[in-house]
């Protein structure tokens, strides 16, 4: 699962951001300040940043330099109200993947951020199967044998996870750090629920099941 970290200090629209984000099935965290923003991308792996210039403490020009001088490849979006040519020229020539300007189209944003992601997986495929379930990830499809399977946003990501990591054995933890927030607090019963409500669905109707329990430890996704 793609996972984003925001640096944003205004409250009203880091969060706007993460639940945007979380709709169109990221994994979000987020950072108020250049501070806790630096910790937060220098301790952990990141898929995407999404970066403002003025932050208290740090900004996100340091920002930027700190991570780009430790050789990490994570993709940086500068997303600020900072909209001089200069400013835009200094943000891309410090490393930054791309430069949007506040106010911003949250639909462009996400266009963005697809577009740099496909420059890391350019052969990866919207489409994904196993036995006769499909998944199409652009339309936020899932099909069984022809039958369309309705399934809420954390379903989705669920069933994406297994698909993804299919044959692997996933722990409960494991599932709750890419389906939820990072901090969220692995309680099995809660895992166990989300899992329950998804096989009813993928595998319910169907003679063929796919999800699998592996008593204490996890679930999978195979054919047996």
């Not at 995407?48 to 993709?75: A, C, E």
């Not at 020539?93 to 949250?106: H, I, N, Q, R």
């Not at 369309?148 to 946003?153: E, F, Q, S």
Request: contains cysteine.
């Amino acid at each position: 699962m793609t996972r984003i970290l925001i640096i944003e200090d205004n409250k009203k629209t880091a969060k706007y951001l993460q639940t945007a984000l979380q709709e169109s099935y990221f994994i979000t965290d987020v950072a108020h300040d250049g501070r806790e923003g630096l910790f937060y991308a220098m301790q952990n792996k990141y898929d995407v940043i999404i970066l403002d210039v003025m932050l208290p403490h740090y900004d996100g020009w340091t920002i930027i330099k700190t991570i780009r001088q430790s050789n990490q490849q994570t993709f940086i979006v500068f997303l600020t109200a900072c909209d001089a040519i200069n400013e835009r020229i200094k943000g891309l020539e410090l490393g930054a993947d791309d430069y949007l300007v506040k106010p911003f189209s949250f639909s462009e944003l996400v266009a963005r951020i697809r577009t740099i992601l496909r420059r890391q997986q350019p052969q990866s495929s919207d489409l994904m199967q196993i036995a006769d379930l499909k998944i199409d990830i652009q339309k936020h499809k899932v099909i069984r044998s022809d039958r369309h399977i309705p399934l809420t946003a954390k379903e989705f990501m669920l069933l994406l996870l297994l698909m993804k990591k299919q044959g692997e054995v996933l722990s409960r933890t494991y599932i709750a750090e890419h389906v939820w927030d990072i901090n969220f607090d692995s309680d099995t019963k809660t895992i166990d629920m989300a899992m329950k409500r998804l096989r009813d669905k993928v595998d319910g109707n169907f003679t063929k099941k796919l999800i699998h329990t592996i008593r204490g430890v996890g679930y999978v996704l195979e054919i047996r």
